[in-house]
Nanobody
Framework: QVQLVESGGGLVQPGGSLRLSCAASGSISRLNTMGWYRQAPGKQRELVAIITSGGSTNYADSVLGRFTISRDNAKKSVWLEMNTLKPEDTAVYYC???????????????WGQGTQVTVSS
């Protein structure tokens, strides 16, 4: 069974930094685009950043220049380095990946369980 497991959330002061990690496990045949999304209370889930298997990236305007997404295909992992954090970055952050499982013909989107990031003084 394919799973995404996140870690690295927590409480940080404005201007601080956090690094989120996400590892995919299970019988994976192909790991395509991976990404991070977030959902603040009372708001819809939104894209933060994505990275293709080839390393191309795309960021939400609100995090451009402050957040960096990276991945290691051999480790089936993706990271989100978050700098200069603001209170408005407070949300539950979800890891996301498009995966074709072993024995499957189709690519499916998988989600992690989410990790809380709180930016507050």
């Amino acid at each position: 069974q394919v799973q995404l497991v996140e870690s690295g959330g927590g409480l940080v002061q404005p201007g601080g930094s956090l690094r989120l990690s996400c590892a995919a496990s299970g019988s994976i045949s192909r790991l395509n685009t991976m990404g991070w999304y977030r959902q603040a209370p009372g708001k819809q889930r939104e894209l933060v950043a994505i990275i293709t298997s080839g390393g191309s990236t795309n960021y939400a305007d609100s995090v451009l220049g402050r957040f960096t997404i990276s991945r290691d295909n051999a480790k089936k992992s993706v990271w989100l380095e978050m700098n200069t954090l603001k209170p408005e970055d407070t949300a539950v952050y979800y890891c996301n990946a498009d995966i074709r499982a072993v024995g499957s013909l189709y690519v499916r989107t998988y989600w992690g369980q989410g990790t809380q990031v709180t930016v507050s003084s």
